[in-house]
């Protein structure tokens, strides 16, 4: 009853005016840059950061989101229309919705999609409500050696999601480790790293490092690899019959189901539950044969599992302050920027402001059904931008984001270096995933390490013999040996769908 | 593949650098696992012994492919007028720097021709301008112009 009247409490913050114009912008923005080519979630989340600083948390933070997950709406319709999944964990949904398109069921599959979207986006958010404060008061029982295995946790398993070479993700951990040390130390208040340089003496900000490897690199792709706008065809009826709705619920269900019950897992992307939640529509449907060529079920349950995903992902950011995918690792720097650390302390010390986002996510789901269904005629036609025009848009606003965290240059230089190291790292698959995650994580795992040893007066022991600790380190290391093998299986069904290998390190 | 092998290298480099920090800082630390040279220490014990591995384990062979020479002076100017943009927001402000920024990148991205450029970039500042500035009352340089 509690964690109801405290949601009632949320939504009374999140129906106010300024924080429902913020979930829409941050819908509509998603939504746009899940279309888009050269411009993510990630690097978008990353170039707005500093805004939330002038926002306010509250409002920023319910923007932000917004975009995380109306991105995941976003990035079906290229899937259906074109075959272009922008994100691996759209490939399932092309797999069927593109064949639906060519049949003229493009518009219906899209409102399944987006219906599905509605669904296991709304289910997961239910999920957040009961489940992340219920881990969060156990954790509040953690202490540092805890909390020690608990980013022991996320690292093993989130630095397993580094791509084909587990030496290169295990050094771009590393590297991302060393980078959030620079600066003063932790325990005893050294300089770290500086050599000299003043400016290093503050440290290295993640969000110019972030803007650098993800917005300005991504621009330089995209204009090598000459993007060009996408020319979507006219989009008749986008409205499903509800008999098509009602056939669909059961793959809309088990796909929310699937996808948010693995999106608890760190490390387990929705690249991973929409490959399942396909996979297991296919075994329990009665027409397995109509996958692959034009079968509703197989826009619903992928579109469906997204979204769950993307919801259940913030039980163990705002519970534990484990970022689960490298969007929620920029959201989790987004929330230290404004002086919140998420974990179970954040329930406590500001609860209104954890429910008011908790609500907004529900306002903003009901938002993007409302308001996309029939916005995708629009959508479409943005997608029409020539990428001459997007390319220089994103660099300012790159430049921009970066200048504002400290309103200082050197920032901003840091994000072009960093624009030109991802450059090269993309060319010679060196994968930036791990280096964020470990740059996020990073102190805390230090913190957490030192207070241990502090504690234990130098002895190891103390990992192995708290039950917790040593629960959460096995629980590590089922979870690095089951991440590798759906890791592996992932990737041979992308390779089965899209022919080629693909880094999956969402 | 050589290019991994040049990374385990840079990789052993970094470590290097690393263990050189721990060492420093060794001297005012509490105890030999308590302090702040201890996860510098960790961490450039991790990246040696990993760039020794990428140095000598046989990886992944695939081809790296670079566009051709015009595409790569372009990807070079780029980075060259961001760099550019630095001084000339010091200099001259906000938004004339802006401005002219935004015609060298539409015309090396976009290939647009001057007069478009000045178009789409004059768009562009005023957007960019109006947001940043003011509506959200976000402080940049006003250059020699205070403008």
Redesign the interface.
Known sequence: METLSLLLDGFSVALSPTNIMMALWGALIGTLVGMLPGLGPTSTIAILLPVTTVLGPTEGIIMLAGIYYGSMYGGSTTAILLNIPGEVSAVPTSLDGYPLAKQGRGGPALGIAAIGSFVAGTMGVIGLVFFAPLLADQALKFGSPEYFALMFLALTVIVNLAGASLIKGLIMGLFGYLLSMTGIGLTGGQVRFSFGIEPLEAGIDIISVVIGLFAISEVIKGMEENTKSIAVGKITNIYPKFKEIRENSGAMFRGGLVGFFLGLLPGCSAAVTTFLAYDLEKKVSKNPERFGHGEMKGVAAPEAANNATSSSGFIPLLALGIPSSTTLAVLLAGFMLNGLTPGPTLFEEHSEFVWAVIASMFVGNVMLLVLNLPLIGLWAKLTKIPYGIMGPVILILSFVGAYSINNSLFDVFVAIIFGVIGYFLQKYRWPVVPLLLAFVLGPMFEKSFIQSMAMSKGSFAIFFTRPISLTILLLALVLFVVSIVMMKRTKSRVKDAVGSDVEITE | ML??RV??LI?II?GG??LY?ALR?YP?????????H???GV?GI??IV??L??VF?K??S?K?E??DRQ?ML??AG??GV??G??VL??YLGFAIA?FL??IA??RI????NYRKSVL??AI?TVC?YAI?VYW?????PGGIFNF
């Open positions: 290019a991994d990374g385990g990789s970094f650098l690393s920090e800082l005012t630390s509490l105890s030999f696992y308590v302090g702040d201890i996860m510098p961490i991790g990246l990993l760039g591995l990428a384990v990886g992944q695939f790296v670079y566009p595409m372009k990807i780029i980075f961001l760099l943009y630095c927001l010091y802006t920024i935004s990148l539409f991205i976009g290939s647009y789409f970039s562009q960019v940043f959200l009352n976000m402080p940049f």
